[in-house]
């Protein structure tokens, strides 16, 4: 409470309460730090004091053919999620600024409420519906459950750009002559770049970590973090430390370009 | 403007209602047909039979595991908002609009880090010869078993849900309008009873939301109970993998996945009452 | 005007769900005027200029630009370019890619069409900014652009929906000469929607004043002010003395409008009699006296309530024996010699010819 008065202040109470705050960001780093620091230590099963540094685990997870195979799928799974989610999420998101009809409603329900089903229904009710159309076991296969969970992300981050802009702008670009096409292509999108940059970019980073869904339907097919999951369930190995570093890296870096292109206001103003 | 959806509009509204449809209503419908399906020498058939529900629901392990679900479940969403409470707090009230911000990107960080890296930087913290067990050796503590029990599978579930539940409750915080708090100053009501008859009341929507998602994040984790847990005692989740993956019994894990559901949908539902109970 | 009307309005009506925007109306619209439509907001002057522009679809009735019946033509295959209340510039494009857009649209190729921007933008005195972002420009430059980009397809008619109620005071009046200058130099028709009268009747050649979804008056300013319809139109302009009563005859046969206030004469033989009416009287045409004036003129006798002094004119409030209140506007010198103060008696004159009967 910010009030003008140092009266109303207890330098106490504040001094414990930002103690306070420190302490739960420590406790939400501290595994990804350890992460990070345990990625480039020697010892086979880490702990402290600290062994020597190391580069062991990553040349080890680089020397294993399956996690390259696991970062290909990953990889080629997360750009066509990121293209196929961006897709409908727009269309959605138009769909909501500019439409309204009935069952509008069921229709943002549908649209939103897939990321709040827990991963362990989702996994199942796609692995026996995948599986019943034959599709399960596929690249493909995850590909489409992932679009379900990714699309309403990139569905909202486009929603908040679109809700930024002046309604008459579409129909100025319509008094000007522009089809409705036209108007799409000269107006809505070019507003709408830095979010859809944003969206491909966040949706991209959500298929990279999923692993609950994508090892229910991936079959042979894993994933990155299906990789993961299976090391996880073998021996405790510190490559998982080596491959959760590097895909924070990459998630991170998705995300700060992500960052760059939503805060920048409109980020080219060329043709 | 037009409000007519012409072939242009349907250009962009169908595909995703098309997809979410197809992948997303579609499979979860089709759940409650393959629950009444039977397994025949390790092959799924058609079939309506409620034998895969009465099995289940004859089981003691599922009733416990229901208990078990359950009950952490709840107790992480509790302790995830008590937690996550002076924090929100303080990040709303007490710091300045720049480091506001560096703190919202922060928090939004932990979304884009796999889950299962951060479960299993958990495991050396916690394990036998972990680091938490070392520091306590130097004070001539310890060893303790830490890792393994339902602690260590409530500190996954905070893990989990944290981030969110702190995300959730600043938004709601800083929304706030801030001359309620000056008012109840202004009538002596003092600083923590205005936190809790004031601030509290007032962001009880956003509270409750946070708690809810928390408690759904949790109900649904796998990860946590079995790699911080241990796998005992079992919960609704585990017993969906184990059921879908090792014993091939998809009917059997469609009747575990539906139950889970039907609770979620009740806990949300009553959540939401509670939320806006005497609002409109 | 024997030629052809521009735009018409043929029994158009709009309605939104139960809410009725616009009534059945008929207006006609010349080519090279400025009109302007004129209402407080929700009177349908704007759903009106929509219409026009095909971003609402009419409930029934024809609107025809040219003799050629548009009901069904979408929006950008009129051409009806409109400037927006909040100009509606595109925050993407830079100001010329802004003016360009139109011609883009039509096919126009780059050098063409960055020619024809660039004297328009010359013309509208920003040629210097036209690689600058929207944003870097000032309300009054942006306010230029916005005319550019419309009136670069050369159109014949141009719609301005409030253009200029984001300015301030000053810029507000030299912007209104700008239009008034383009509009008489181009030889546009101008559809201009505003709730500002000082705007419509400065700049305008005809005014539309519309009241919840109905056209109340069509006329030159200086006819509306003058002689207002209708009591809304009188209520509205706020300029008049307005007594309402029943039409009647007096001993001599003429008609005059009998009110609480008493029996005033009216110019030649209108109304029926026995029908409520009222009687309005611009406030600036009506003469005070301390004595009770004599020969043909009006009056009436009010007590003084108040006075109130803008700049050279002065309104001095009375309140008539029957509780009607009245004002009249002077200079300070018309004013002089009479003893003003708070109660005092007077008598109120006005001319026959300045009365004007108006329908309730």
Redesign the interface.
Known sequence: MNTGNPANRSPLLHGLLMLYVVLAYLFVFAPILASFVFSFNSDRFPSIPLGQFSTEWYRAVAADPLVWEGLRNTLLVGVVVALISTALGFGAAYTDYRYSFLGKQVYLALALLPPTIPVVIMGLAMLAFLSRVNLSGDALAVIIAHVVICAPFAMAVIRLRLSQMDPSLEQAAWNLGASEWAAMRHVIIPFCRPAILGALFVTMAVSFDEFAIAWFVSGLNETLPVKVLGFLQGQVSPRINAIGTFVFVTSMMLLILAQLLLGHGPASRKE | MRRRISAYGLTFSLPLLIWQLLFFVFPLVFLIALSFWTVRNFRMQPDFDTVNWTTMYGRAIFWQAYGTTLALATAAAALTSVLAFPCAYAIAFKLPNGARRWAIMLMVIPFFTSYLVRIYSWQVFLSDAGIINVMLGWIGLGPYGLLNTMGATLLGYVTLALPLVVLLQLFSLIFLDRTLIEAAHNMRCGRLRTVFAVVIPSARVGLVIAALFAFILSFGDFVSPIYLGGGDPTTLSILITDTTKSGQQWPRAAVIALTMIVTLMVVAFLSVRFAYRGRK | MTQAPLVSFEGVAKRFGSYIAVQKMDLKIWQGEFLAIMGSSGCGKTTTLRML???E?PSEGVIRLAGKPINDL???AR????V???L???????VI?NVE??L???GVGRAERRRRAEQWLDRMQIGEFADR?ISQLSGGQRQRVALA??LV?EPQILLLDEPLSALDAALKVRMQSVLKTLQRETGITFVYVTHSQSEAFSMADRVVIMSRGKIEQIGTPQDIYRAPRTRFVADFLGASNIFSGKVARDPQGRTVIATDSGQFALPGNVGVSGQPASLTVLDTRMQIHDQPPGGARNSVAARMVGEEFVGATATIYFETEAGQELRVQKSHEDLAGLPLSIGQPFHLSWAMEDGHLVQE
């Not at chain 3, 051409?79 to 409109?82: I, L, S």
């Not at chain 3, 509606?88 to 830079?94: D, E, I, V």
């Open positions: 522009a095909g971003l679809a979408p929006s950008w051409d009806t370019p409109m927006w209340q909040s509606a510039l595109f925050p993407f494009l830079s890619e857009f139109a883009k649209m039509r972002d980009r419309s397809v």
